[in-house]
């Protein structure tokens, strides 16, 4: 079995090398569907490594960006021994930059990070209209949806985009969760969504506990 400590330090110090080396013989060993989940903890838990040193100052914006490129790695890697014994999806979620904003790395970190989690995560992309989530939404039906943004102008169309859903009757059947810089607590109430998180591991927490 895996030291799963040392790897979930390697995810923090960004060690692509070492990680991939890692789980590489983990995965030849045939594990077990339950050893795998652990190892995927053990990474999860190196990308909060990672959020908190850039919150500290220590990682920059391209850390962040290398992390999510090594989590997708990673997850890639376990892929053949996470389907093996378990197909079924922890839940849906659709997932999108809203309208006028092109940011990406937090969405793309998420997004990575929910996968990694077991959700299936449609990606509509970037600059994305209310009438995309709604497409989307009445065509997968999902559990949850995420929108992101990094203006300050994303707030609008967040809101924009929630009352879109609402008038599409689509609201109830769904949780909404919005992330980025500019979300507050009081600009998540002010938008009418579920949640908020500057945080895309405190964000995958928050989805989990709706699918439970």
Same mark, same amino acid.
């Given at each position: 079995?895996?030291?799963?400590?040392?790897?979930? $330090?390697? =995810? &923090?110090? #960004?060690? @692509?090398?070492?990680?991939?080396? +890692?789980?590489?013989?983990?995965? /030849?060993?045939?594990?077990?569907?339950?050893?795998?989940?652990?190892?995927?903890?053990?990474?999860?838990?190196?990308? $909060?490594? =990672? &959020?908190? #040193?850039? @919150?500290?100052?220590?990682?920059? +914006?391209?850390?962040?960006?290398? /992390?999510?490129?090594?989590?997708?790695?990673?997850?890639?890697?376990?892929?053949?021994?996470?389907?093996?014994?378990?197909?079924?999806?922890?839940?849906?979620?659709?997932?999108?930059?809203?309208?006028?904003?092109?940011?990406?790395?937090?969405?793309?970190?998420?997004?990575?990070?929910?996968?990694?989690?077991?959700?299936?995560?449609?990606?509509?992309?970037?600059?994305?209209?209310?009438?995309?989530?709604?497409?989307?939404?009445?065509?997968?039906?999902?559990?949850?949806?995420?929108?992101?943004?990094?203006?300050?102008?994303?707030?609008?169309?967040?809101?924009?985009?929630?009352?879109?859903?609402?008038?599409?009757?689509?609201?109830?059947?769904?949780?909404?969760?919005?992330?980025?810089?500019?979300?507050?607590?009081?600009?998540?109430?002010?938008?009418?969504?579920?949640?908020?998180?500057?945080?895309?591991?405190?964000?995958?927490?928050?989805?989990?506990?709706?699918?439970?």
């Amino acid at each position: 079995m895996v030291d799963l400590k040392a790897l979930t $330090a390697s =995810v &923090g110090e #960004l060690d @692509e090398e070492k990680v991939l080396e +890692v789980l590489g013989s983990f995965v /030849a060993t045939n594990p077990s569907e339950e050893d795998a989940q652990q190892v995927v903890a053990a990474c999860q838990s190196g990308m $909060a490594i =990672v &959020g908190d #040193l850039y @919150e500290k100052g220590e990682y920059f +914006v391209g850390d962040l960006i290398f /992390a999510g490129e090594l989590l997708t790695n990673a997850i890639n890697t376990l892929k053949p021994v996470l389907g093996s014994a378990n197909t079924a999806s922890a839940g849906s979620i659709v997932l999108g930059t809203v309208a006028g904003d092109l940011h990406d790395i937090g969405k793309n970190i998420f997004k990575s990070m929910c996968e990694a989690a077991g959700f299936t995560v449609y990606d509509l992309g970037i600059d994305q209209p209310a009438g995309a989530f709604i497409d989307k939404v009445k065509e997968v039906k999902p559990n949850i949806i995420g929108m992101s943004g990094v203006l300050t102008l994303a707030l609008e169309a967040m809101k924009d985009t929630v009352d879109a859903i609402k008038e599409a009757g689509l609201r109830d059947s769904v949780k909404i969760i919005i992330g980025g810089n500019p979300v507050t607590k009081e600009a998540c109430a002010q938008i009418g969504a579920d949640a908020f998180t500057t945080n895309a591991a405190e964000g995958v927490k928050i989805c989990q506990g709706w699918v439970k």
